[in-house]
């Protein structure tokens, strides 16, 4: 541990004449005490590193960082109602150390360090695996739209930005030939060397609402260059980086927090937001997180040769599955890895198909048609062969057409089946194979007691953030910002989890750690 810090001293555990010590008042396996221990076994380095030699010493990270995560376990998210509860909270003047930073502190704290703050959720984590809280056997990932830091009348198109910019330019020149008509007049009746008296009060106002326009239009302005930049069709002047998400019956500015679950106890593995409207370019990501996170807390797991000894079953639901993510999947670095367990809706051929005989539950749907490989050709109900014709893109993914154009028409189906020009054609994704390869493994008892664990892990969890938490919308603003936040939420999450583990055993977080035989899960005794 680093020494000479140029940092404020401080002791928690100082003793005093009466009580013996602030900890005192507080009952043995309170969450403040599993708050207080965890910390203690965070890495601070990274936190040293940013703090100067000279000048006012600042308050000790271990202090802000305690009264940070306890905040966010306790449904205190605000610097001002935290400076506020180290007055009058025995468990944030316990975690203080008695000391009071004012809210600017605390704020600060959390806005200079939030990097660091992510890197604190896998220290907790590593406490999590210690105790044996994670089995590391099957991790859920889910999401939950979360409200931004922003006012939805806020967010305009590249049309509405440019006639908000055109009215408040108007208003300018409007005030400035005013402005100019006031110093005509002023110069009329004092003399164009004299001053006057001061301009009477709506104008002086209007001075001051001018540099707020001016303000304005900068601001317009940048949000239509990060518009085009983005190839975004809309942007939040509040919170820019926002975007119009589909919630639980409601569209809001905000963003898609993403976290993946262990089954066992519920531990975050590893959690992500995102502005991305859309779940499914976030799978990928967040199995390469849960892979980085397992391989930094679990290093027992993989071989000599970096090879990891056994599979971890991810589950998602189905707005994580599309067929680029089940062919990645396949690719090396994941194949051996993880064992996926994530359903399609209708399949990707019927996003784009329509028409007669296309409704799934038509006698001429698609999967109706029989496939000769040898010939690649499919045979239809009735008989007839749609030959291959060629491949095309469709949202990134490539298809095969099939088609017969040749006796369709002259087939008495022809009008229920389809009553294009050129006879019936089907396209199938090039990734179909590896769709009906997941919907089989989906439909074994295996695979559907396996998707069933989604339900009872990563969906309480995120109950759990929102309801009994009450974290429902960030408080920062921008995507860095919300990332950092979002991480100490589920540093919190999992810091309950520590505390309800260790008051079932009836032991101190500090005596598990130190005395790993007291862990059932690990005593093989």
Not at 178 to 198: F, H, M, T, V
Not at 252 to 280: F, H, L
Not at 341 to 356: A, F, L, V
Request: net charge neutral; with cysteine.
């Amino acid at each position: 541990m680093s020494t000479n810090i140029n940092v404020r001293p401080y002791n928690n555990k100082e003793q005093l004449l009466f009580p013996p010590s602030v900890g005192d008042y507080i009952p043995k396996d309170h969450l403040s005490h599993v708050v207080d221990e965890a910390v203690d076994e965070i890495d601070l380095e990274p936190y040293y590193k940013k703090i100067s030699d000279v000048g006012n010493p600042p308050y000790h990270p271990a202090l802000m960082i305690k009264i940070w995560f306890y905040g966010y376990a306790t449904k205190v998210y605000s610097s001002r109602k935290i400076e506020e509860k180290t007055h009058t909270d025995v468990a944030f003047i316990y975690l203080a150390g008695m000391q009071k930073p004012d809210f600017k502190a605390i704020s600060e704290f959390r806005r200079r360090n939030l990097t660091e703050l992510k890197n604190s959720f896998v220290d907790i984590l590593e406490i999590c695996h210690r105790l044996g809280m994670i089995k590391l056997g099957e991790i859920s990932i889910d999401s939950k739209v979360m409200k931004a830091n922003a006012n939805a009348s806020k967010t305009y198109n590249e049309k509405e930005l440019i006639k908000e910019r055109e009215e408040i330019e108007k208003a300018i020149q409007e005030y400035l030939d005013k402005a100019n008509q006031i110093d005509l007049e002023e110069d009329q009746k004092y003399g164009s060397d004299k001053r006057g008296n001061e301009l009477p009060e709506d104008i002086r106002d209007k001075e001051h609402r001018l540099k707020k326009m001016k303000q304005v239009v900068e601001q317009l302005k940048q949000a239509r260059e990060k518009l085009k930049e983005t190839n975004k069709k809309k942007i939040n002047l509040t919170d820019e980086d926002a975007q119009f998400q589909k919630g639980t019956g409601k569209i809001v500015p905000g963003y898609r927090a993403e976290i993946a679950v262990d089954s066992k106890e519920q531990v975050i593995i590893t959690n992500d937001v995102t502005n991305e409207q859309n779940d499914c370019p976030q799978l990928i990501p967040m199995i390469d997180k849960v892979l980085e996170n397992v391989k930094e807390i679990a290093p027992d797991r993989f071989c000599e040769d970096n090879q990891q000894k056994e599979k971890i079953n991810i589950i998602a639901d189905a707005g994580y599955s599309s067929g680029n993510n089940l062919n990645e999947l396949e690719k090396e670095q994941y194949k051996e890895k993880v064992e996926p367990y994530i359903p399609d809706t209708t399949g990707e051929n019927e996003d784009h198909e329509r028409g007669k005989g296309y409704d799934k539950n038509s006698p001429f749907h698609r999967s109706k048609f029989a496939y000769n490989k040898k010939e690649n050709s499919f045979t239809c109900p009735a008989g007839k062969i749609l030959h291959y014709v060629g491949k095309y893109m469709f949202h990134g993914v490539p298809y095969h057409i099939y088609e017969n154009n040749i006796d369709c028409k002259s087939c008495p189906h022809y009008g229920k089946c389809t009553t294009g020009k050129k006879g019936r054609r089907i396209s199938i994704s090039e990734y179909q194979p590896l769709i009906d390869k997941m919907r089989q493994k989906l439909s074994t008892q295996e695979g559907k007691k396996m998707y069933l664990i989604r339900k009872i892990t990563a969906e309480p969890v995120l109950g759990n953030l929102s309801q009994n938490l009450g974290f429902i919308e960030f408080l920062l603003r921008g995507v860095q910002k919300v990332k950092g936040e979002f991480s100490l939420m589920c540093s919190a999450h999992n810091l309950l989890k520590i505390a309800r583990f260790v008051r079932n055993l009836g032991r101190s977080l500090k005596e598990l750690l130190n005395n790993p035989e007291l862990i059932p899960s690990l005593n093989t005794s």
